[in-house]
């Protein structure tokens, strides 16, 4: 009987222990942030510690780094789901919220739309992203880019679909014209500059009164 007991203890506390309990302890949907082209996870350092301070815990906390160079954003969106589906296995949630800077966005959207993100996520922000496409597309060459250019078929297949909340810029210089950001709610934020949009105060303020 002894025996029987210490065995069912070591059960319990293995299963208290395991991905059930671990999952649990982080009682906050995940905040996914995606970066833009030829960016990388470091762009949000910044930001990351400013939700940590605003009450975010770290274990809620991620940051998903794709190749915008070399790849497609609807490769890049199929890499995006199973990084999200990852966050909710080991955080517990059945929803997401996502913050993506420019090209990040358009990622974001294609999982949304096409990848079954739409059930996934509960928020989407994007900051300063070519929704409706950017002239300065047309200077750099990569499959990222082609999708990037207005009218492309990449956009033309979103179709305005898988759209939250964008934040906008007017003195965006990289998305051109700048009221291409606007999709969704569009909420006209500071005058900033394109990669200023993720370390900005006030931008941040724009970010945290609507996650």
């Known amino acids: 009987m002894k025996i029987k007991r210490i065995i069912t203890f070591c059960a319990v506390v293995a299963m208290l222990t395991g991905a059930g309990f671990a999952a649990a302890s982080c ?5 996914v942030m995606i970066h ?47 990084y999200v589906n990852s966050a909710l296995s080991s955080t517990g949630q059945s929803k997401a919220k996502l913050i993506a800077h420019s090209n990040g966005g358009l990622v ?61 810029s007017s003195a965006d210089g990289i998305i051109i014209p700048s009221s291409s950001a606007k999709c969704g709610k569009s909420i006209r934020t500071a005058s900033v500059g394109h990669n200023t949009l993720l370390t900005s105060s006030s931008v941040y303020r724009d970010v945290i009164n609507n996650l």
């Open 108 to 168: 974001s959207r294609w999982y949304r739309v096409f990848e079954g993100g739409s059930k996934k996520t509960s928020r989407l922000i994007t900051l300063g992203t070519p929704h409706k496409g950017t002239t300065w597309a047309y200077g750099c060459f990569s499959p990222a880019c082609f999708e990037m250019r207005p009218n492309s078929s990449f956009l033309r297949s979103l179709g305005g679909k898988g759209c939250n909340i964008s934040l906008w």
């Open 36 to 82: 833009g082209y030829l960016g990388s996870t470091s762009n949000f350092n910044t930001m990351q510690s400013r939700l940590n301070n605003d009450g975010v815990p770290s274990c809620a906390l991620y940051r998903f780094g794709y190749n915008s160079v070399g790849s497609s954003n609807k490769t890049s969106a199929s890499r995006l789901k199973s």
């Open 27 to 31: 009682n906050h949907q995940p905040v």
